[in-house]
């Protein structure tokens, strides 16, 4: 009986090269203090501050708590698929992080699944958390499971929006200034996006506006699913052209070095 000791050179096969690269992109993500301060700290800071917020916004009628949780949630997509991937991108690119995996067996594709699950299961983290801390806070869900359904449709729409966005930022700016932009975006969206406040609560005039944004789209979105009256196909078709023109934008003009 022999054995066979031969090389067999090859790369690895592309699904394991993804888990790996997810795996990393986790990690990395999970160490970056700065990242962690805007996936939980803010929006759990929010979610207790807010919760009794009847003297310091007005987020209309009914209880603050259950307007304030299903924007909070849509907080912490934005903050992951938006802000933090951009920022992470921009720095990989100006330290030749990028370009150096560009020479690896690793795809570029298989870089962006990479970035994509790591997205996914730092937003599964947040969700749960935040979810739970809602609930703790008097937090009363309506919609039944079908909230649920659309809480998950919602935030991979969102995500792919804002995750194109944040492509399409960090592969065309310099880091320092996707660093900037990325931020200043998240405080203009967070005080006048409509992702915490109810699109009902802006002056009459700016309401079309902020509707058209991804932040809108859905904040309002998850707020109408957790009333039972589900998101309209305005909401839907918003993230879908937010993420096709941003997607389409970003493969065209992303550098990778």
């Known amino acids: 009986m022999s ?17 790996s690269q997810a795996i990393i992109e986790t990690r990395l993500l999970v160490r970056n203090a700065e990242q962690l301060v805007l996936a939980l700290v803010i929006p759990l800071l929010i979610l207790v501050v807010g919760s009794d917020s009847s003297g310091i916004v007005d987020l209309g009628p009914g209880r603050p708590i259950d307007t304030l949780a299903p924007g909070v949630l ?3 997509v934005m903050s992951t698929a938006f802000t933090s991937l951009a920022i992470a991108t921009g720095f990989e690119r100006r330290y030749g992080v990028l370009k150096r995996l560009g020479a690896s067996p690793l795809p570029r594709l298989g870089l962006l699944a990479g970035k994509g699950g790591a997205v996914a299961v730092v937003q599964c983290v947040q969700l749960i958390v935040l979810g739970v801390a809602a609930l703790l806070l008097g937090w009363h869900p309506g919609g039944g499971p079908a909230a649920f359904g659309w809480l998950l449709v919602l935030t991979v ?11 399409l930022i960090a592969g065309t700016l310099p880091a320092e200034a996707t660093l900037a932009v990325a931020n200043l975006v998240y405080v203009v969206l967070l005080v006048g996006g409509a992702v915490l406040v109810p699109l009902s609560r802006y002056p009459e005039a700016a309401q079309p506006l902020v509707r058209l944004l ?14 039972g009256e589900g998101p309209g196909v305005m909401t839907v078709l918003v993230l879908l052209v937010w993420a096709c023109v ?12």
């Open 214 to 227: 991804p932040s809108g789209a859905l904040g309002e979105g998850l707020r109408d699913a957790f009333t």
């Open 157 to 167: 729409l969102g995500t792919a929006a804002f995750g194109s966005l944040a492509l």
């Open 246 to 257: 941003a997607g389409a934008a970003a493969s065209r003009t992303f550098r990778w070095e």
């Open 3 to 19: 054995i066979d000791l031969s090389p067999a050179p090859g790369a690895a096969p592309l699904r394991r090269m993804i888990a």
């Open 74 to 76: 849509a907080l912490a």
